[in-house]
């Protein structure tokens, strides 16, 4: 059974810093590609960043650029989230995901690139 499982959720003041963990079993993910979302109460899933198999290659988002920083170890299995200068407007259930072998016409920013799902892990920026 496929688990991707997030760790390193909490609560933290403004301009704080958090890194969240993802630890994958089940499979290797060492030829995915690794993302990470959010999703706000009341708001959509959002991409976060992405990382290429290789970790030759990462993505953010407009919002997160400069304070995020995507990893991955792929010895480990495991991608990871840097989150620096955290703001109230990232409080989120943040989500480790990893690529699907259908929807790859979305690209790695869509939800529907991504066939496997962690449960979440809550961050929560107090000001």
């Known amino acids: 059974q496929v688990q991707l499982v997030e760790t390193g959720g909490g609560l933290v003041q403004a301009g704080g810093s958090l890194r969240l963990s993802c630890a994958a079993s089940g499979r290797t993910f060492d030829t995915s590609v690794m993302g990470w979302f959010r999703q706000a109460p009341e708001k959509e899933r959002e991409f976060v960043s992405s990382?290429?198999?290789?970790?030759?290659?990462?993505y953010y988002a407009d919002s997160v650029k400069g304070r995020f920083t995507i990893s991955r170890d792929n010895a480990k299995n495991a991608v990871f989230l840097q989150m620096n200068s955290l703001k109230p407007e990232d409080t989120a259930v943040y989500y480790c995901?990893?690529?699907?072998?259908?929807?790859?016409?979305?690209?790695?920013?869509?939800?529907?690139?991504?066939?496997?799902w962690g449960q979440g892990t809550q961050v929560t920026v107090s000001s």
């Open positions: 995901a990893a690529e699907g072998t259908v929807g790859k016409q979305f690209g790695a920013r869509h939800a529907s690139f991504y066939g496997y």
């Open positions: 990382i290429s198999w290789s970790g030759g290659n990462t």
